[in-house]
């Protein structure tokens, strides 16, 4: 199967994956941090936007699971010279690849790679399209903590205009029980958002009930050329930033990262007890491995099978 969207797996998909993600993590505890369940097996990782976390991740869950891992950027591959995406994807299909990881500037370019491709694609983040390992790690971050999904108050705070991780985080909480809601400037909120069918708050009051508090970045590199959707980021800042202050006792911070300190958070919020967003770069890890896992698991219709994981 592919992995474009956070709706292409079921709830029994998603708990697949933690069981997994379990094993996973427990092999990241050991001296030798590396099983042979992907060996022989070849994972692209193609970014053509910038990512820290994500690229990493991938590289070293595919590394721990013995696949060959090569990774491609925009700049210093071919694409800065103007190869289309897909005459890329065409030529890296020569060589028989069985994972394509690809993030990309564009809505939908993800989608688009699996017409050219036998591999399985799996989406790192598309424009402001979709996140869908990010929703499911932070699902995974909150499951470790928390032990349960089912109830769970989630507040989703800022640039949601921009944001493909608020798209696929609306979805993926909802389908496992979590009482999500959106919080911030209606500036920042996108068209149609009656139609994710999710409440939307326009005010910090509306962070009192919640457990945890998941603050987005605000997205300046995609706002290139149109107005601004808010004065400054210090405007922002005093209105919308956390800081411990303004954070009830016992409520949690999540942040997909990277962080700016100072505008959606305050550094001494990020760094203190509250902040799972650490914890979320470690679950991130696990999950991704077991996303390799599965993406190459059987499903119906679909080979090839992979051997079971931690054999
Ligand atoms: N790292 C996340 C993403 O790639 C969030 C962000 O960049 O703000 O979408």
Redesign the pocket.
């Given at each position: 199967m592919h992995l474009i969207s956070i709706d292409d797996l079921s709830t029994a998909d998603i708990e697949t994956l933690f069981r997994l993600s379990d094993g996973f993590l427990e092999v990241a505890s050991r001296p030798i941090k590396k099983v042979p369940t992907l060996r022989g097996r070849t994972l692209i990782n193609m970014f053509f936007e910038a990512?820290t976390?994500?690229l990493t991740s991938f590289e070293l869950a595919g590394k721990r699971l013995s696949a060959d891992v090569v990774n491609i950027k925009a700049s210093g591959s071919s694409v800065s010279k103007g190869e289309s995406l897909k005459d890329t994807i065409l030529t890296l299909e020569s060589y028989r690849p069985d994972i394509l990881v690809m993030r990309h500037d564009k809505v939908g370019a993800c989608r688009m790679a699996t017409r050219y491709t036998n591999a399985r694609v799996v989406n790192a983040?598309d424009g402001s399209g979709e996140?869908p390992t990010?929703c499911l790690l932070d699902l995974y971050s909150l499951r470790r903590t928390y032990g349960s999904l089912e109830g769970l108050k989630v507040a989703i705070v800022g640039d949601v205009l921009r944001s493909?991780?608020a798209r696929s985080n609306v979805f993926g909480f909802r389908k496992m029980g979590i009482d999500v809601r959106l919080v911030g400037p209606p500036t920042l909120m996108p068209p149609g958002i009656e139609q994710w069918d999710v409440p939307v708050y326009d005010d910090l009051s509306a962070l009192e009930d919640v457990d945890v508090v998941y603050l987005?970045?605000m997205?300046l590199e995609r706002a290139k050329g149109t107005v601004p959707p808010v004065p400054s980021l210090r405007e922002y800042s005093r209105i919308w930033g956390l800081s411990p202050q303004r954070l009830r006792s016992g409520q949690r911070v999540m942040h997909?990262?990277?962080i700016n300190r100072g505008v959606e958070l305050t550094g001494d919020l990020a760094d203190s007890a509250p902040s799972l967003i650490l914890h979320q770069v470690e679950s991130g890890l696990a999950v991704r491995m077991g996303i390799l896992y599965h993406v190459l698991a059987p499903h119906p219709g679909e080979g090839p099978l992979v051997e079971e994981p931690l054999a």
């Amino acid at each position: 199967m592919h992995l474009i969207s956070i709706d292409d797996l079921s709830t029994a998909d998603i708990e697949t994956l933690f069981r997994l993600s379990d094993g996973f993590l427990e092999v990241a505890s050991r001296p030798i941090k590396k099983v042979p369940t992907l060996r022989g097996r070849t994972l692209i990782n193609m970014f053509f936007e910038a990512s820290t976390r994500t690229l990493t991740s991938f590289e070293l869950a595919g590394k721990r699971l013995s696949a060959d891992v090569v990774n491609i950027k925009a700049s210093g591959s071919s694409v800065s010279k103007g190869e289309s995406l897909k005459d890329t994807i065409l030529t890296l299909e020569s060589y028989r690849p069985d994972i394509l990881v690809m993030r990309h500037d564009k809505v939908g370019a993800c989608r688009m790679a699996t017409r050219y491709t036998n591999a399985r694609v799996v989406n790192a983040g598309d424009g402001s399209g979709e996140h869908p390992t990010q929703c499911l790690l932070d699902l995974y971050s909150l499951r470790r903590t928390y032990g349960s999904l089912e109830g769970l108050k989630v507040a989703i705070v800022g640039d949601v205009l921009r944001s493909r991780v608020a798209r696929s985080n609306v979805f993926g909480f909802r389908k496992m029980g979590i009482d999500v809601r959106l919080v911030g400037p209606p500036t920042l909120m996108p068209p149609g958002i009656e139609q994710w069918d999710v409440p939307v708050y326009d005010d910090l009051s509306a962070l009192e009930d919640v457990d945890v508090v998941y603050l987005l970045r605000m997205q300046l590199e995609r706002a290139k050329g149109t107005v601004p959707p808010v004065p400054s980021l210090r405007e922002y800042s005093r209105i919308w930033g956390l800081s411990p202050q303004r954070l009830r006792s016992g409520q949690r911070v999540m942040h997909p990262g990277p962080i700016n300190r100072g505008v959606e958070l305050t550094g001494d919020l990020a760094d203190s007890a509250p902040s799972l967003i650490l914890h979320q770069v470690e679950s991130g890890l696990a999950v991704r491995m077991g996303i390799l896992y599965h993406v190459l698991a059987p499903h119906p219709g679909e080979g090839p099978l992979v051997e079971e994981p931690l054999a």
